[in-house]
Each structure stands twice: as C-alpha cells, then as structure tokens.
C-alpha cells in the first residue's frame, strides 16, 4: 500500500499531512482546536466559521497566529 503524503509551510516551516484535512482538523491535530487563533491560508485570513469547510490543499502556507489576553 502506498501513502502520500501532502507538503505545506506551517508558520514558515515544512510539515507534511498524512492526508487531506480541513482547517479545523489542522488545528485539532497540533493542539490549537478551539483555542482562540487567527488563521491565514496562502495570505489569506480565513473566518473561524469556515476553519471546517476550508480544504489545504498539497503546497499550501498555513500561518497561525495565538491570541492571547494579558495587560
């Protein structure tokens, strides 16, 4: 059986995807589902309504920005 994998830039680095994945399923499997993000996909901000209908595709740059609450 053969794997592919796919090959995007995560916050300017390379990381590969075991398979096709959502936006949400990124987040979900880096440890940031649910947490409050700001998401650009190929310098694009993408709303948080849209992370689970949004599809990387192979060559895509994700950069993800944490937000986070302080004074």
């Known amino acids: 059986m053969i794997f592919l994998t796919m090959k995007i830039q995560l916050n300017g680095h390379p990381y590969e995807l ?16 649910g947490k409050p993000v700001v998401v650009e ?22 950069e993800i ?3 986070a609450a302080g004074g």
Do not use: H, K, W
Not at 19 to 33: K, N, R
Not at 46 to 61: C, E, K, M
């Open 41 to 62: 996909l190929n310098e694009q901000a993408v709303f948080p309504r849209d992370y689970p209908s949004v599809l990387i595709q192979n060559g895509a740059r994700v």
């Open 18 to 33: 075991e398979a096709a994945m959502t936006l949400d399923d990124l987040l979900e499997s880096i440890g940031f589902g």
């Open 65 to 67: 920005v944490t937000l």
